[in-house]
């Protein structure tokens, strides 16, 4: 899974002899709970940004360029890539304002 592996590794590290505590059901679905709204509610890593700002400028290329474009978006310029990734940041925080129930997730779109 990449990012998540990394950081649950990082921020959870399991550690064998100490692994068996016992909790009860609602401390168990209140941990989880708490866990699933602090992921959902988390900033996009970097590899999050730019995988969606790769999505789109492939996206738009195939729509204006077909199947004869065969560019790396890795390897572009950054004046290239950058409108793409800012692009990819504001969308992202939208999805995130929108979870939250925040009414602002449409007006910081520039």
Do not use: C, N, W
Request: no cysteine; proline share 5%; glycine share 6%.
């Amino acid at each position: 899974m990449g990012v998540l592996d990394d950081e649950l590794d990082e921020r959870y590290p399991i550690e064998s002899e100490r692994l068996i505590v016992p909790l009860t059901r609602m401390q168990t679905a209140l941990m989880s709970r708490k866990a699933y709204a602090e992921g959902r509610l988390a900033s996009p890593t970097e590899r999050e940004i730019d995988a969606a700002a790769r999505a789109l400028y492939e996206d738009r290329m195939h729509v204006t360029m077909g199947d004869a474009f065969h560019l790396v978006f890795a390897e572009l310029p950054q004046q290239v890539r950058g409108p793409y990734e800012h692009e990819a940041r504001v969308v992202l925080e939208a999805a995130r304002l929108a979870v939250r129930g925040d009414d602002a997730a449409g007006s910081r779109i520039a």
